[in-house]
């Protein structure tokens, strides 16, 4: 588990560029993840990272829905790929502090806060998240966009990449999608890895004989279920159902990169 940092504390970046000299800049970093950055830090990471999150805001005021982006964030952590960050801009004024960067692609102060993705250090392509700031809703973005995995608590890549073609096949091919999942699950040894593989494999099975409209009703189904009172551990198992159906559902999730429909 990651260790606790604060938030404040200002620490040494090291970021090698593409002529292989490296430029030191400073930056503040969360234990979820979540890096803040300035007008000088911005353009470093910019030009190293493949891909870079960013949310705009108003220096004195980060916003209610920043607690959903640090949620995120720790989502993302393991996508190597992705960096999510924040950047704190004037708040009055889109000239003062970091507002020269936000200039570039024409926010003004009032459009924040603003989400932004940004591929292999070009401004001009980069694209402007544009729903209500929820984690769904940045999952899908970035895989939209960016073509990354980034998986809720409990998913499996692999699995995953079978959920998303099970959604979007031919009803005939359930039986198919299904046999391949129950070969990778012979090969799983991590206890939890074999819970949440069954918990895939019920759901193809389910598939295979109530059809593809199957997954978007039992999302429906599991999220009444978690309205009611349940004990803390049942709640466990439903979010856990709950964040691998969401694979299944083609309005919350996309292909992997390099992969077609079928």
Known sequence: ??????????????????????????????????????????????????????????SHRAGPDMAVYRDFSQLAVRQEQLLVATMPMGAYSIDEDNGAITKKFGVTVDDFPHIRLFAYGQISTSHAFASPITTE?????????????????GCLEAFDEIAYRAASSAAGNANTHEEKARDMFANLTDAEEIASANIYIQILEKIGKRGHRYPSNEVHRVRRLMETKLSQEKKRELQLRLNIL???????????AGHDEL
Do not use: W
């Open 1 to 58: 588990m990651m260790a606790e940092v604060d938030a404040s504390k200002v620490v040494q970046v090291l970021l090698l560029v593409g002529t292989g000299v490296l430029l030191q800049s400073s930056c503040s970093y969360s234990a979820n993840g979540l890096v803040t950055l300035d007008g000088l830090s911005f353009d470093k990471v910019l030009r190293v990272q493949p891909y870079l999150l960013v949310k705009f805001h108003k």
């Open 137 to 153: 809703a940045l999952v899908k973005f970035v895989r939209q966009h960016a073509s990354l995995y980034i998986g809720y608590p």
């Open 246 to 256: 969401k694979s299944f559902t083609l309005d919350e999730g996309v292909l992997p």
